[in-house]
């Protein structure tokens, strides 16, 4: 049992296609007994985010907070991994920019943030090759 939650602070849109990405990523992964959240969010909060955690000022597509980095948080089992949030407008911006569709961007930083929430991460060559190709399989797998 994975349980999670989509919240819209920023806009009516329905993103109903996030559930999908989100289970084939779990499954793809074989993450059993989780709990997380996805924050859909403006600009200015997630760079008010950036700033205060990350003491970036400046605007980001995704910020994942991982609790497990920091501790190992387990209830009867239950994996909590954290938070993520996402700015929709930088999503629209950058959907724009590489020429594919607001699905496929929000897609693709919705698997980002997951992966970051489970302990992959990209600060070195190594880490992204292996991080970037994971996200590549799990957004073309059919």
């Known amino acids: 049992m994975n349980d999670y939650s989509i919240e819209n602070f920023y806009n009516q ?69 954290g938070d993520i949030y996402i700015s929709i407008p930088q999503m629209e911006r950058q959907a724009k920019e590489y020429e594919h569709s607001e699905k496929r961007e929000l897609s693709f930083l919705t698997v980002h943030g997951l992966l970051h929430l489970l302990g992959y991460d990209h600060m070195n060559e190594k880490d992204e090759k292996i991080m970037f190709d994971l996200q590549r399989k799990i957004l073309d797998e059919k």
């Open 13 to 81: 849109k329905k993103y109903s296609f996030l559930k999908d990405i989100i289970e084939k990523t779990l499954k793809y992964l074989d993450i059993k007994n989780s709990v997380f959240s996805i924050i859909l969010t403006s600009d200015e909060k997630i760079k008010e985010i950036n700033k205060n955690y990350r003491n970036i000022d400046k605007i980001t597509d995704v910020i994942s907070f991982a609790f497990e980095d920091k501790m190992n948080i387990k209830n009867d089992n239950i994996r909590v991994l």
